[in-house]
């Protein structure tokens, strides 16, 4: 069972770059969202996913796309990375708060730390 | 600006002290969490409160919520090396039981 994957685990990029972290969950979890972490502080929530189908804008979602793909996947495209983007980046799934459980303890993945240059 | 904050933002004791870190947020809540983030790691989920709970305990871990001040604390006792993290209090709001908010986070260092 692993959990949230994320890929890459680095990245180096130039300014002006695109990509796409890639981000899969194998709990069936509703949520899912995407985080960046700078250097010793919090995470900032960028995007969520409440559920398939459905995408919204977090704190800090200037510079940023993303895409549920389906029920396991979400990615984040960073169309031109600036050098303001580089960070450690999170996603992470949840149950749904409202749920019949109502857990909405989130798993998050190991990161990957982007760096542009 | 975040949603929760915290306090202090780095603390540092001896070994078997307690260890209280606060958090104070902004908005109403479904619920609260604490996560323990290790150097270089992923997020790792502690304890989670629900709005009408006032106290919670997990082992060494006792949280408290008060709703009509709009704050927590995280209760470690008995502190050991392992504990040396970064912790972090998370809110859902009640308004958006699908988003996870995070804290600027407390930076704990247990000394031998």
């Known amino acids: 069972n692993a959990g949230v994957t994320q890929t890459p685990k680095f990245q180096v990029l130039k300014t002006g770059q695109s990509m796409t972290l890639q981000c899969a969950q194998d709990m069936n979890h509703n949520s899912m969202y995407w985080y960046r972490q700078d250097p010793g502080m919090g995470l900032r929530l960028i995007y969520y996913?409440?559920?398939?189908?459905?995408?919204d804008k977090g704190e800090v979602p200037n510079g940023y796309n993303v895409s549920r793909l389906n029920k396991r996947e979400f990615s984040l495209r960073l169309e031109s990375a600036a050098p303001s983007q580089t960070s450690v980046y999170f996603c992470a799934s949840s149950e749904r708060g409202d749920s019949p459980s109502g857990n909405t303890e989130a798993f998050f993945g190991q990161g990957t730390r982007l760096t542009v240059v | 600006s975040q949603q929760g904050e915290e306090d202090p933002q780095a603390l540092s004791i001896q070994e078997g002290e307690n260890a209280t870190m606060n958090c104070s947020y902004k908005?109403?809540?479904?619920?609260l969490q604490w996560y323990r983030q290790n150097s270089g790691r992923g997020l790792v989920h502690l304890i989670l409160i629900r709005s009408n709970e006032r106290e919670k305990h997990s082992g060494r871990l006792r949280v408290t919520l008060d709703t009509s001040k709009k704050s927590s604390s995280l209760l470690i006792t008995a502190s050991r090396a392992a504990d040396t993290a970064s912790y972090f209090c998370a809110t859902v709001p009640y308004s958006s039981a699908s988003k996870i908010i995070f804290g600027s986070g407390t930076r704990l260092s247990i000394r031998p």
């Open positions: 908005t109403s809540i479904n619920n």
């Open positions: 996913s409440a559920s398939e189908g459905t995408t």
